[in-house]
């Protein structure tokens, strides 16, 4: 079993910044896709950007490319994601996951996080 903790949403002012992290703990041996998504209620989850076990490959939602970064941290088990010049859009909970293979689809990802708030207003 993996347990996902993310942390570091918020209440930020439109064209702020935020970083959100997500920590990986139990199984997590072996080389692993981490993503995020995001969910505003009454709409579907959301695919905003994933990486490869490598680092090496890091598709981006059009919605967020040039603006949000991800990486990771292997060392400690985790994923962060920049999130700058942030819109009211941008509203949501994000979700990180865990999955075997690299996808914007969240069915190929086996396990999710709890979710953090973030909320950007103008």
């Known amino acids: 079993q993996v347990q996902l903790v993310e942390s570091g949403g918020g209440l930020v002012q439109a064209g702020g910044s935020l970083r959100l992290d997500c920590s990986a703990s139990?199984?997590?041996?072996?080389?692993?896709?981490m993503g995020w998504f995001r969910q505003v209620p009454g709409k579907e989850r959301e695919y905003v950007a994933a990486?490869?076990?490598?680092?090496?490959?890091?598709p981006y939602a059009d919605g967020v490319k040039y603006r949000f970064t991800i990486s990771r941290e292997d060392a400690e088990n985790t994923v962060h994601l920049q999130m700058n010049s942030l819109k009211p859009e941008d509203t949501a909970v994000y979700y990180c996951?865990?999955?075997?293979?690299?996808?914007?689809?969240?069915?190929?990802?086996?396990?999710w996080g709890q979710g953090t708030q973030v909320t950007v207003f103008s």
């Open positions: 990486i490869s076990g490598s680092g090496s490959t890091t």
């Open positions: 996951a865990l999955g075997s293979v690299l996808s914007t689809s969240s069915k190929l990802y086996t396990y």
């Open positions: 139990g199984r997590t041996s072996g080389p692993y896709a």
